[in-house]
């Protein structure tokens, strides 16, 4: 089953220093965090303040690109999740064909910002992500699911600020 979702916002990880992006279920109210690089949570901070560069970033070429061949962007589904690594889709549909992409979720979210489309993750998906395993996603660091639950459990939504650029 897919759960539609739209970015809440960005933040950091207390403990690893790296950027998160936050997507709320639109019905529960649930928030799925999906660790992603520094660039791309800049492309999708930018797009969520509405920011207008001289020129085009990476994913606003991709958008121009898309609208240049009339490839509309259909959605963007966050449809797996294997070794602490999430898996996304872009559905596209070209002058009648359906087509799809493997995309990182953090690119995909920012093209389906910039295009307006729909963002969904799958139920198994958001189920898996209650189990992330931190310790594995840095070597040494030694975060437990315990001490993952109670940071993000004691986390205001003043926490999640907006992210700085």
């Known amino acids: 089953m897919l759960k539609e979702v739209r970015v ?3 933040s950091i990880d207390p403990i690893t220093h790296t950027p998160i992006v936050l ?9 799925i965090p999906i ?3 520094l660039l791309e949570a800049s492309s999708i901070a930018t797009q969520l303040e509405d920011i207008k560069l001289a020129r085009p970033m990476t994913h606003d070429l991709m958008k121009n ?3 240049q061949l009339d490839v509309v962007v259909e959605r ?10 999430f898996y996304a889709i872009i559905h596209l549909n070209w002058n009648g064909v359906d087509l799809t992409m493997d995309a990182r979720p953090s ?5 389906a910002l910039r295009t307006k489309s729909p963002i ?3 139920q198994q998906v958001i189920e898996k992500s209650r189990k992330i395993d931190l310790a594995k996603r840095e070597e040494g660091e030694g975060v437990s699911d315990e001490k993952l639950e109670d940071i ?3 986390l205001s939504p003043e926490d999640f600020g907006k992210y700085k650029m």
Do not use: P, Y
Request: proline content about 0%.
């Open 35 to 37: 660790w992603i690089g």
């Open 65 to 67: 690109i898309l609208d």
């Open 8 to 10: 809440s916002g960005l």
């Open 120 to 122: 969904f993750v799958h």
């Open 152 to 154: 993000l459990k004691d």
């Open 107 to 111: 690119d995909a979210i920012a093209i």
């Open 76 to 85: 963007v589904e966050v449809n797996d999740l294997r070794n602490n690594t």
């Open 23 to 31: 997507l709320k279920d639109k019905e529960s109210h649930e928030v």
